[in-house]
Nanobody, 124 residues
Framework: QVQLVESGGGLVQAGGSLRLSCAVS????????MGWFRQAPGKERDFVAA????????YYGDSMKGRFTISRDNTKNTVYLQMNSLKPEDTAVYYC?????????????????WGQGTQVTVSS
């Protein structure tokens, strides 16, 4: 089992930036895919970004390309989501996610473990 703990959420004005962190612990995860999803009130949980732990290959949801960057620090067992040019529509609870089997992770059903979530609020 893998444990995920997010931090770094908060309130920011439109156009601002935030960096989310996800501390990963538990079983060895050299084969994991790590990522982020988000869920706004009354909406489905949507894919934001993912990264393969071993190679660092990244992919993003369409509305995040060019504004968000996912990265990982193997020495700190931490995954990051740098969010720039934030918009009010980015307001949501952001969840760290892990897939511990081979394959991509773009749907909630692909996820094996979830963090508890961190709130991001972007004011206009």
């Amino acid at each position: 089992q893998v444990q995920l703990v997010e931090s770094g959420g908060g309130l920011v004005q439109a156009g601002g930036s935030l960096r989310l962190s996800c501390a990963v612990s538990g079983r060895t995860f050299s084969r994991y895919t790590m990522g982020w999803f988000r869920q706004a009130p009354g909406k489905e949980r949507d894919f934001v970004a993912a990264i393969t732990w071993s190679s660092g290959y990244t992919y993003y949801g369409d509305s995040m390309k060019g504004r968000f960057t996912i990265s990982r620090d193997n020495t700190k067992n931490t995954v990051y989501l740098q969010m720039n040019s934030l918009k009010p529509e980015d307001t949501a609870v952001y969840y760290c996610a892990a897939r511990t089997t081979l394959g991509t992770m773009t749907k909630p059903s692909d996820v094996g473990s979830w963090g508890q979530g961190t709130q991001v609020t972007v004011s206009s």
